[in-house]
């Protein structure tokens, strides 16, 4: 079955960094175009990033665009999203998928920016 496995979130302080890690299994991975998602506390689950099946195109929403870096290495069948220059706002759990609408998605990892 498919399977999505999030991994390397936290506590950081603003301006620190954290590296995102998601493991995936369970189907064509490097077929499928990938996507991180996120959901602030109290809020709706929101696109942040995603990446072509090639990892030539990558795409992001504006407030994250220079600040984060979304990759994947295919022999390993992962996916990551590097994120610098954090902020109070990036706090949320963040998610991996294999779908645009974020329906096949992991169990997430909490990410939180606080000093």
């Known amino acids: 079955q498919v399977q999505l496995v999030e991994s390397g979130g936290g506590l950081v302080q603003p301006g620190g960094s954290l590296r995102l890690s998601c493991k995936c299994s369970?189907?064509?991975?490097?077929?499928?175009?990938m996507y991180w998602f996120r959901q602030p506390p109290g809020k709706g689950l929101e696109w942040v990033s995603s990446?072509?099946?090639?990892?030539?195109?990558?795409q992001y929403i504006p407030s994250v665009k220079g600040r984060f870096t979304i990759s994947r290495d295919n022999a390993k069948n992962e996916l990551y999203l590097q994120m610098n220059s954090l902020r109070s706002e990036d706090t949320a759990k963040y998610y991996c998928?294999?779908?645009?609408?974020?329906?096949?998605r992991g169990q997430g990892t909490q990410v939180t920016v606080a000093s």
């Open positions: 998928a294999k779908d645009e609408g974020g329906y096949f």
């Open positions: 369970g189907f064509t991975f490097n077929m499928n175009r």
């Open positions: 990446i072509s099946f090639g990892g030539l195109d990558t």
